[in-house]
């Protein structure tokens, strides 16, 4: 069955770096979008930023475009994201999610999601 697992979630001071990981499981990274999702309290759920083979571009949220990178090792069959300079509202839960088709369907409704990773962002 199709797998996300996410990793590299964990407490960070303000101002401070994580590396979020991915890794999925039967099938192929290159045939799908992916990418990752957060849910703080109080806010609704945020498409944060998402990759794909087949679109020009990533996609970042306004909130972290200059801030996080997305990435992905296709023979690893993982997608990370790099978090620098992290500040209180990026504390949530961060969900990665995938989709067969294109990041404008991922983020209109993900097929696949992991169980999600706390990132809290304190001084």
């Known amino acids: 069955e199709v797998q996300l697992v996410e990793s590299g979630g964990g407490l960070v001071q303000i101002g401070g770096s994580l590396r979020l990981s991915c890794v999925a499981s039967?099938?192929?990274?290159?045939?799908?979008?992916i990418g990752w999702f957060r849910q703080a309290p109080g806010k609704e759920r945020e498409g944060v930023s998402c990759?794909?083979?087949?679109?020009?571009?990533?996609f970042y949220a306004e909130s972290v475009k200059d801030r996080f990178t997305i990435s992905r090792d296709v023979a690893k069959n993982t997608v990370y994201l790099e978090m620098n300079d992290l500040k209180p509202e990026d504390t949530a839960v961060y969900y990665c999610?995938?989709?067969?088709?294109?990041?404008?369907?991922?983020?209109?409704?993900?097929?696949?999601w992991g169980q999600g990773t706390q990132v809290t962002v304190s001084s």
């Open positions: 990759i794909s083979s087949g679109d020009d571009s990533p």
């Open positions: 999610a995938a989709d067969p088709f294109s990041i404008t369907t991922l983020l209109a409704g993900p097929t696949y």
């Open positions: 039967e099938f192929t990274l290159d045939d799908y979008a």
